[in-house]
């Protein structure tokens, strides 16, 4: 089916969990298609028409409807005539959604019969169909944002209870997500909540270079009873799925998005049942939907997106216990093991008997890679006690604030490639590589301590710059501007008892910034002033430092963590940073520009700084289309090598047909190459 520019398309790959579960004589048991049946018949979840009262609410639209629908008899009487019943469409009239797995792929009953139930094989463990889509009704008020979300379910066949996960479902669905990677905007993973940390874990190191938003949710309740959590977890993450870009895996549940290599389960009873206790949420959902940019992930690598698709199966966790013995010790360092998740008291204590502290030394040195975090919940791994020094000189790795879920599949994951050695693995266990854990830092307040007035002054210096008609070059000396207003003049106009004028006023400051740096990085973008966006990029972190640093003054926190003053979640001035800030009118980011412009050098910096190539403007176009239409070659070159590919309305709905067209008739070689490589064939060969 075509794509529309008000619809984003998200692949829900089901695997199980309690979330689509019927009750019966053995208790809840996974239902095959119950839960798509449940969603297509939930308008909430469905609304192919756009007539539910989610889609018109407003008090007009349902007086309309009330007006139009039967009245309800008092009394039990004839049937109402079925003329006036508005039937919902069969399962096999859907439109539908092109889907690949890594099995044959099962379709609900009712679609069984059409013409579209079968699929088909494409080679070694890659199959293909379409499935029935469904459609929210549009969104409102999300960040700007106000798309529709359409999409497919994936449904595993058998579906598993999370607690027969093993290493190879985890492959799967890394696989099944590289598969439908270039069809879909977003990927939602449902899951059963006893593993789902594992899985959310396993799958952040799995999905490599990632640069759209995978989401994985589930319910401790599910969807067939009256009162449940399924219905906000899985509309929840449609909502942030389809709205936003945040490259990273992420877990959704009871309101908040967590970064799913920092959550643990924590309760078996709660609907919050889970924590992320080292790292603050990614999103919080309320009233409003509260994304918190300064921790959401930029990926900076500049690769295209790989599927991992191994995991070494030859490493285990070990709780330190008052009293282990050597002999418990090397029961689980057996020949065949190569990592070892070491749990141990505090920040990083063990006993320091010398026969326990021979057995880790010897599998260090035999090449084990042990890797020690902290039992507690709260908290990391330290050499401040003389227990833990002792322990770190045995060779084992300090694993900081790792969760054992986090420890455990990155520790397979790194295991996994051939090409590492165990120093190099040992070194990356210490380093951050999906942001999985919290390294150590000083931190340093940049700018001025009590105003920030000069940053906006080197600011508008800038401005003024980049806009003249004969900019200076690089390196030259900046136009001054000077923005000062002293106490004195106030006090020389009878103003001593006055408000502070606005030059003691700094949060007026931080403001000023943050609604000047959007402008100026658009600007530098469209004139290829790479001067001009990594001055932004700087000011920016220099801005938020300050805001962290509370050097910019109280501000109103309405709750929720603060720093400094400040809610934690307005830190980031600028929503996903400066280098992915939107134009208001156009929605485009500086990447659009760039791209649209021919600003090669712009285009490099901005994709070393965590710019999104999956990005899409008012017109639902991409950096990449843009690219390829102005005929600049060497960006497109860039942007694909970056993991950028033309999808949604740039093909469906006939962009790049018309110019390869155009192109082709105009016999314009050099535009038909630039867009092959930019992956659309001629249309002689499609």
């Known amino acids: ?95 539908t959604l092109l889907v690949r797995s890594t099995r044959p792929i ?125 219905v906000d977890n899985l509309l929840g993450a449609l909502t942030i799925a389809g709205q936003y870009i945040i490259p990273e895996c992420c877990l959704y549940f009871d309101h908040t998005l967590y970064r799913g290599n920092r959550v643990t389960k924590s309760s078996s009873y709660d609907l919050d049942a889970f924590s992320s206790p080292n790292f603050p949420p990614l999103v919080n959902v309320g009233i409003d939907i509260v994304v918190n940019w300064n921790h959401v992930m930029r990926p900076k690598s500049q690769r295209k997106f790989n599927a991992h698709k191994e995991l070494c199966p030859n490493v285990v966790p070990l709780r330190i216990f008052p009293g282990i013995t050597a002999a418990t010790v090397k029961a689980f360092l057996a020949p065949h093991i190569q990592g070892v998740v070491l749990e141990s008291f505090g920040a990083g204590n063990a006993p320091q008997r010398k026969d326990l502290m021979d057995t880790l030394r010897e599998a260090c040195d035999r090449g084990v890679v042990i890797v020690t975090i902290s039992q507690c ?52 266990i210490r380093i951050p590589i999906r942001g999985e854990l919290t390294l150590p830092t ?15 002054s080197e600011l508008l210096s800038q401005v003024l710059r980049i806009s003249s008609s004969n900019p200076p070059p690089p390196g030259s000396s900046l136009p001054s501007i000077n923005v000062s207003s002293s106490t004195e003049t106030v006090e020389a106009k009878g103003g001593k008892d006055v408000v502070a004028p606005w030059s003691q006023t700094a949060s007026d400051a931080a403001s000023t910034e943050s609604t000047l740096l959007p402008f100026l990085m658009h600007l530098a973008a469209s004139r290829d002033d790479v001067e001009g966006i990594k001055y932004c990029i700087e000011a920016d972190d220099q801005l938020f430092n300050r805001i ?76 990449l289309y843009y690219a390829a239409r102005q005929g600049h070659a060497s960006i497109v070159q860039a942007l694909t090598k970056a993991g950028a590919h033309l999808g949604g309305s740039d093909v469906a709905l006939g962009f790049t047909e018309l110019a390869t067209s155009r192109a082709t008739t105009a016999r314009d070689e050099t535009a038909l190459k630039i867009w092959k490589s930019a992956g659309v064939e001629p249309l002689d060969k499609q």
């Open 548 to 623: 962290a640093a509370g050097v910019t003054g109280p501000v109103p926190n309405v709750g929720g963590p603060s720093i400094g003053g400040v809610p934690a979640s307005e830190a980031r001035t600028v929503p996903g940073g400066v280098v992915n800030c939107r134009d208001g009118a156009t929605r485009m980011s500086p990447l659009h520009v760039a791209a649209l412009n021919g600003s090669f050098k712009a285009v490099e910096v901005l994709l070393e700084n965590g710019a999104l190539v999956h990005q899409r403007d008012l017109l639902d176009h991409t950096p």
């Open 442 to 456: 000083s931190f340093t307040p940049a700018g001025s301590p009590s105003t920030g007035l000069e940053s906006v």
């Open 377 to 428: 919940a709260r908290g990391t791994v330290s050499d401040s006690y003389e227990t833990g020094r002792a322990l770190l000189n045995t060779g084992v790795i300090a694993g900081g604030d790792m969760t054992p879920q986090c420890a455990l599949t990155k520790l397979a994951y790194l295991l996994s490639k051939p090409d590492l050695s165990v120093a190099q693995i040992r070194n990356l």
């Open 106 to 230: 099962e379709q609900p009953p009712s679609h069984v019969g059409t013409s579209q139930h079968l699929s088909w094989s494409l080679g070694s463990n890659c199959y293909e169909a379409y499935l029935p889509s469904l459609i929210t009704p549009k969104m409102s008020n999300q960040g700007g944002n106000n798309k529709k979300v359409r999409y497919a379910v994936l449904e595993w066949q058998p579906l598993l209870d999370s607690s027969n996960m093993e290493f190879n479902d985890w492959i799967r669905i890394a696989t099944e997500i590289e598969l439908n990677y270039r069809n879909f905007d977003a990927f939602v993973v449902l899951h059963g909540t006893d593993t789902m940390g594992y899985t959310s874990s396993a799958l952040s190191f799995l999905l490599e270079d990632l640069g759209k938003t995978v989401i994985i949710t589930g319910a401790q309740i599910p969807i067939s009873q009256l009162r449940n959590d399924a």
């Open 1 to 95: 089916m075509q794509s529309s520019a008000d619809e984003s398309r998200v692949l829900v790959i089901y695997t199980g969990g309690t979330i689509g579960m019927l009750p019966s004589s053995d208790g809840f048991v996974p239902e095959p298609f119950f839960l798509t049946e449940s969603l297509r018949k939930e308008s909430r979840f469905h609304d192919p028409y756009d007539d539910s009262l989610f889609a018109r609410a407003t008090v007009d639209n349902f007086r309309e409807w009330s007006s139009s629908r039967p009245t309800t008899p008092v009394k039990d009487t004839a049937p109402l005539p079925t003329s006036t019943i508005q039937e919902a469409p069969k399962l096999e009239d859907l439109p």
